[in-house]
């Protein structure tokens, strides 16, 4: 919802035909890139893990390890498909994991963090992959607490998705502001 809103105000996030299609439990589209969706996909398995088993990332520079330096070259030809499209981003929840790589990249970008309620969260992974509660709320406060260490409180901001259903306007124009589309 937040990702249509935003590229709705302008925010590039790619050729649509890049978007992962629409599902029955998301018939308005996950407004997800594909290819960076690949990529951090590649760098969970690299790491021995995946988006619903992360890895083990509590070592200090797991970012630079060897073994990920080719997906660097795939990210770099990912990105100068972007140059000149300002403003532009990508909406991926597995960025929560994987930003400390990113942010290797694009130390200068800024992370939007949209917050859900975590029993929705849970419900929706309950539905859509069979994920029991427990398990669902781990992933929650893993997928929070690595995102929140890896953005820099200067260059990230906190959105509650409820706040949407509540206060759209309010929210959307804070959000608008802080990345400077009208």
Same mark, same amino acid.
């Given at each position: 919802m937040i990702a249509s809103l935003l590229h709705a105000c302008g925010l590039d996030l790619g050729p649509e035909k890049d978007f992962l299609p629409p599902a029955p439990n998301n018939p308005e589209g996950f407004w997800e890139n594909r290819?960076?969706?690949?990529?951090?996909?590649?760098?969970? &398995?690299?790491?021995?893990?995946?988006?619903?088993?992360?890895?083990?990332?509590?070592?200090?520079?797991?970012?630079?390890?060897?073994?990920?330096?080719?997906? #660097? &070259? &795939?990210?770099?030809?990912?990105?100068? #498909?972007?140059?000149?499209?300002?403003?532009?981003?990508?909406?991926?929840? #597995?960025?929560?994991?994987?930003?400390?790589?990113?942010? &290797?990249?694009?130390?200068e970008m800024k992370v939007l963090i949209c917050v859900r309620n975590p029993l929705a969260v849970a419900e929706s992974l309950r539905l859509r992959n069979g994920i029991a509660y427990p398990d669902s709320f781990d992933l929650w406060l893993i997928y929070n607490r690595r995102v929140l260490a890896a953005a820099p409180v200067e260059r990230r901001l906190v959105t509650l998705c409820e706040t949407y259903l509540h206060h759209p306007h309010v929210e959307l124009c804070r959000v608008l502001q802080w990345t400077g589309l009208t």
């Open positions: 290819s960076f969706l690949r990529l951090n996909d590649a760098i969970l &398995k690299e790491l021995g893990g995946s988006w619903d088993h992360p890895p083990q990332m509590d070592a200090a520079g797991w970012e630079n390890e060897p073994n990920l330096h080719p997906l #660097r &070259k &795939k990210a770099g030809k990912l990105l100068r #498909r972007f140059e000149g499209c300002e403003p532009w981003g990508w909406k991926d929840p #597995r960025n929560c994991l994987t930003l400390p790589w990113w942010r &290797k990249l694009l130390p």
